[in-house]
């Protein structure tokens, strides 16, 4: 028989089904990368996981394309509760692409790398 004294602490990701495969959940104190290309949850899953949050604890959602009243809109018709959660854009906002030809989050320099052959 398994000592379950010694199983590493489970958090809930918000969605039952999810956790029924993880077996109870993300191993706590963990990282986790989701990815996927657009529409596949990213974005449902992450708020899930920070509305399932321990009541009082602090939950920053980081987002970069949505503007946070549309992001809330969304999952609020999904029925999960963001009221919790803290949200900050960083992206610019639509005027500045008016004012300015272009946008870069990194420098060339930063970014560019020599050849490895």
Do not use: W
Not at 30 to 52: I, M, N
Not at 63 to 90: H, K, W
Not at 93 to 102: K, R
């Amino acid at each position: 028989m398994r000592d379950c004294s010694r199983l590493p602490e489970r958090l809930s990701t918000g969605v039952e089904g999810l956790d029924l495969v993880l077996k109870s959940g993300l191993i706590g104190h963990r990282r986790y990368l989701v990815r996927g290309g657009p529409g596949l949850g990213k974005t449902t899953l992450g708020l899930s996981f920070l509305a399932a949050g321990k009541e009082g604890e602090p939950a920053l959602f980081i987002g970069f394309q949505e503007p946070p009243d549309e992001v809330r809109a969304n999952i609020a018709s999904m029925g999960i509760d963001t009221s919790s959660i803290e949200f900050l854009r960083l992206s610019p906002d639509d005027d500045f692409f008016i004012e300015n030809d272009a946008y870069d989050v990194f420098a060339s320099s930063d970014v560019e790398q020599e050849s490895l052959s």
